[in-house]
């Protein structure tokens, strides 16, 4: 009955220090990468790209967020390097760490390539303590430019911190 009972009280610690780090004026930045042939387009053998984020809880479990990037993929001439800049909705579901976000991506490279790229994402946060997390999460972008060759489906793993 002891052993129900810890296990009561934890579970409940646990979602209340997960629930308080989605509350309304918290900060966010990450780091975060993707790619080591985790994702998959219709034109490249290799995808790796760094990315860096902040964000701004405009409301309980809703933040807005930023992004800059850099991709590397392929190996091919066909497919260039790409900078992005980005924005981001995440909503965050109450008391268990995952969110689900909707952005939209704008990313340019060399040999005149430019797109807009909308984009899904479903991911966690796992706290490993108080303020920082490891969140990985599936994406999903698709290109307006040219869907059979610069859409992709990947991974992504990151390091988050909440400020207060």
């Known amino acids: 009955m ?6 009561l009280v934890a579970v409940c610690m646990i979602s209340i220090s997960s629930n308080a780090q989605f509350e309304q004026g918290k900060k966010y ?13 219709g034109s490249n053998d290799l995808n790796l790209g760094l990315q860096a984020k902040g964000g701004y809880f405009f409301e309980d479990n ?31 579901i ?10 939209a991506t704008y ?3 060399n040999r005149n390539y430019n797109d807009l790229m909308p984009s899904v994402e479903i991911g ?8 920082m997390t490891i969140e990985p999460a599936v994406y999903y972008e698709q290109s307006i430019t040219n869907h059979t060759q610069y859409s992709n489906v990947g991974l992504r793993l990151g390091l988050g911190v909440y400020l207060f």
């Not at 002891?2 to 296990?7: D, E, F, H, M, N």
């Not at 268990?96 to 976000?101: E, P, Q, T």
């Open 2 to 7: 002891i052993k129900k009972v810890l296990l």
């Open 107 to 109: 990313k340019h490279g």
């Open 29 to 41: 930045i990450s780091a975060s990468f993707s790619g080591l042939d985790l994702s998959y387009s």
């Open 62 to 92: 809703l933040m807005l967020l930023g992004s800059l990037g850099y991709n590397h993929q392929g190996t091919d001439d066909f497919t260039p390097d790409r900078i992005s800049i980005g924005a981001q909705g995440r909503y965050y």
């Open 94 to 103: 109450i008391q268990n760490g995952i969110y689900l976000g909707l952005g």
């Open 124 to 131: 966690y946060a796992f706290f490993i303590n108080r303020l």
